[in-house]
Nanobody, 127 residues
Framework: QVQLVESGGGSVQTGGSLRLSCATSGLDLSKNAMGWFRQAPGKEREFVATINDSSDKIYYADSVKGRFTISRGSPGDTVYLQMNSLIPEDTAVYYC????????????????????WGQGTQVTVSS
């Protein structure tokens, strides 16, 4: 059974930083694109950042560009999200995801309900 487990969430003040981690098990996902999405209360889940298997294709939502950095660990089945300069609008549950197909392009449109998802980790930013 494939599992994605997020960690690193918490509560910070505006301007603070957090680093989210996503550990995987049950399947080698080093060849799969991975990413982060988030869902704020009362809103739909939205794209944050995605990265392909070789880390040479990376996409960011405009709202986080320049503040967040996505990366993969070695041997590639772990993904991180470094979040700096956090603002209250970043408050949400953050979900890790992996494309079910290998060697995907990491386009945000490639991630959907049929892919692998974690349970989420709460990030709260206070003003």
């Amino acid at each position: 059974q494939v599992q994605l487990v997020e960690s690193g969430g918490g509560s910070v003040q505006t301007g603070g930083s957090l680093r989210l981690s996503c550990a995987t098990s049950g399947l080698d996902l080093s060849k799969n694109a991975m990413g982060w999405f988030r869902q704020a209360p009362g809103k739909e889940r939205e794209f944050v950042a995605t990265i392909n298997d070789s880390s040479d294709k990376i996409y960011y939502a405009d709202s986080v560009k320049g503040r967040f950095t996505i990366s993969r660990g070695s041997p590639g089945d772990t993904v991180y999200l470094q979040m700096n300069s956090l603002i209250p609008e970043d408050t949400a549950v953050y979900y890790c995801t992996a494309d079910r197909l290998i060697y995907g392009s990491a386009s945000p449109r490639d991630f959907g309900r049929n892919d692998y998802w974690g349970q989420g980790t709460q990030v709260t930013v206070s003003s």
